[in-house]
Structures are given as structure tokens and as C-alpha cells.
């Protein structure tokens, strides 16, 4: 997907550095709920909606892949209510956006333990990555019931067997091979790593893959979150430097920048 310049220049952003990951950890939908006398999954439902504004403006961006933590292995251990709750939401979230997603030329992807979904949003998940596979505008990656301890124990196990099984050498385990066997195999690595709610932690969020990662905290509660605080941080992610823990020289002494 082309970056649509309109948006580009608008947001002054640079369309030739577009980050081509952003991850995005949606935090303080309860606390939304809580500030004005709600229960938590009105801010759940809130939070809803502020991932279609910023689905539709990282495709404009022209960004390649985009995942939202949107259950962790750890949410399993909220009241069952909440949890059936946010099921629900998930899965009325998919069904309803499916025609626009494919519309919009996105690809849906899971990462994470699909298999403890319940049936239903299993089901739902399935028929929309299958609808939208042949989609290449833009990647979004839901995380649900994600850990990233899980994911590499996972890698690991896998790995582990293929060496007792002789399909590889213990000699041929390297950092490439592990990243291929993580749920985000063959996916640019995250550029940027995205916190609501003021907490500054990755709470079990891709653990490998935010080895070089820019990460960016806010304040501001996912559901009130907007396209333009979004896309001031991917201005900002231009700005900064990244140097991926080597020196930059501007002539050819060598000398450190
Ligand atoms: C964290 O806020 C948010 C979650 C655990 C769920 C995120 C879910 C959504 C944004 C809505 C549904 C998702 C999709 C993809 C349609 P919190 O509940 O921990 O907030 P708090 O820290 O203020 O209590």
C-alpha cells in the first residue's frame, strides 16, 4: 500500500519513512468507564471504536502492519463477566467489520492461543482471515489471549523438537530461526510500540520482537485516543534517531555522531 499523500502532508509527515509496524497496547478503557460512572465494558465498547479510526488511518499512512493487544494470556484471570464481555465485543467487532476490511484491501491475522477463543469467535475469526487473505494493503494483527513468554516457550518447544527429530542441528538454532518460528513469523519486526494510560511497562507484548523497537507512552485512555495523537507519533518516530546501537558519522573519519 502507497501512503496517501494528502493524509501524509496533512499529519507533515514524511511518506518515504513510513514505519512499516506499529504495535499498539490499548490501555484504560476502565478507567474511561470509571471517570464517568460507567461499567468497564461501556469503556470496552468505547475502545471499540477507537480501533476502526485507527485502523483506517495507519492504512492511510500507508503502514504495513498494525497489531493491537486486545486480550492477553493474562486477561483470562479477569471476572468471568468482564472476559465474556469483551468476547462478544470481539466478536460483533469482527462480523461487522469484515466487508470494510476487505473493502479497504486489509488482512486479518491473529497471534496468540486462538485455540482458547471460545468456539464462536473462533469461528467468526476464521471466516474473516479467510475473507480477507488475499488482502495487501495492510496487516492487522489482533493479539488475543497473547503472551509473549508464551510465544517464545512456544518457538522454544517447537525448536526443541526439530532438533530431536534431526530435522535441523542444534548448531543451526540462530535469532532468525527462532523470530521464524514466533507467531509473527515472516512480519517486519515493530518500528514503533504504542502505550495508552499513562502505565509505562510491556506487560508480556512481544517481548522478541521489541528488541529495537521506538516505544511511545501517553496519558491519554485508549477511548480517547485519536487519529491525531496517533499519527504526532509516527511524526515524532521520524524525528527520532535510530541508530540500532551503532555510532552514525556524517564524514568519513569515523567518527561518532
Ligand atoms: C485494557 O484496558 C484493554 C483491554 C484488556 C481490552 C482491549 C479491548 C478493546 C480495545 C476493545 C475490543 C477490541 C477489539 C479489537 C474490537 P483495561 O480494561 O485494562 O483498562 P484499565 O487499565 O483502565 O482498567
Not at 486479518?108 to 482471515?129: A, C, F, Y
Not at 487473505?133 to 497473547?146: F, I, K, V
Not at 512481544?206 to 504526532?232: C, H, M, N, R, V
Request: with cysteine; glycine share 8%.
Amino acid at each position: 500500500m502507497k501512503s496517501d499523500p494528502d493524509k501524509c502532508l496533512y499529519y507533515d509527515i514524511d511518506p518515504a519513512r513510513i514505519p512499516r509496524h506499529v504495535a499498539i497496547i490499548m490501555d484504560g478503557n476502565g478507567r474511561w468507564a470509571k471517570q464517568r460512572f460507567k461499567n468497564r465494558v461501556t469503556g470496552h465498547e468505547k475502545g471499540s471504536e477507537t480501533v476502526r479510526a485507527i485502523v483506517e488511518i495507519s492504512r492511510q499512512l500507508g503502514i504495513q502492519v498494525l497489531t493491537l493487544y486486545a486480550f492477553s494470556t493474562e486477561n483470562w484471570g479477569r471476572p468471568g463477566s468482564e472476559v465474556s464481555a469483551l468476547m462478544s465485543l470481539l466478536k460483533k467487532f469482527i462480523k461487522s467489520e469484515r466487508l470494510s476490511l476487505h473493502e479497504k484491501g486489509i488482512r486479518l491475522g491473529i497471534i496468540g492461543q486462538k485455540h482458547r477463543l471460545p468456539r464462536d469467535v473462533q469461528n467468526e475469526l476464521d471466516i474473516t482471515m479467510d475473507y480477507t487473505s488475499g488482502n495487501r494493503d495492510m496487516l492487522l494483527n489482533l493479539a488475543l489471549s497473547y503472551g509473549g513468554r508464551e510465544e517464545i516457550t512456544r518457538a522454544v518447544r517447537s525448536i526443541a523438537r526439530d532438533v530431536m527429530e534431526g530435522k535441523i542441528l542444534w548448531d543451526d538454532i540462530s535469532e532468525e530461526l527462532i523470530s521464524a518460528h514466533l507467531y509473527t513469523a515472516n512480519q517486519p519486526e515493530p518500528d514503533m510500540i504504542i502505550r495508552t494510560s499513562g502505565e509505562m511497562r510491556l506487560s508480556n507484548f512481544l517481548l522478541w520482537q521489541a528488541g529495537y523497537a521506538e516505544i511511545f507512552f501517553t496519558k491519554t485512555l485508549w477511548p480517547d485516543f485519536t487519529e491525531q495523537e496517533f499519527a504526532s507519533m509516527v511524526k515524532e518516530y521520524q524525528d527520532r534517531d535510530r541508530r540500532f546501537g551503532k555510532v552514525v558519522c556524517s564524514s568519513n573519519d569515523g567518527s561518532p555522531q
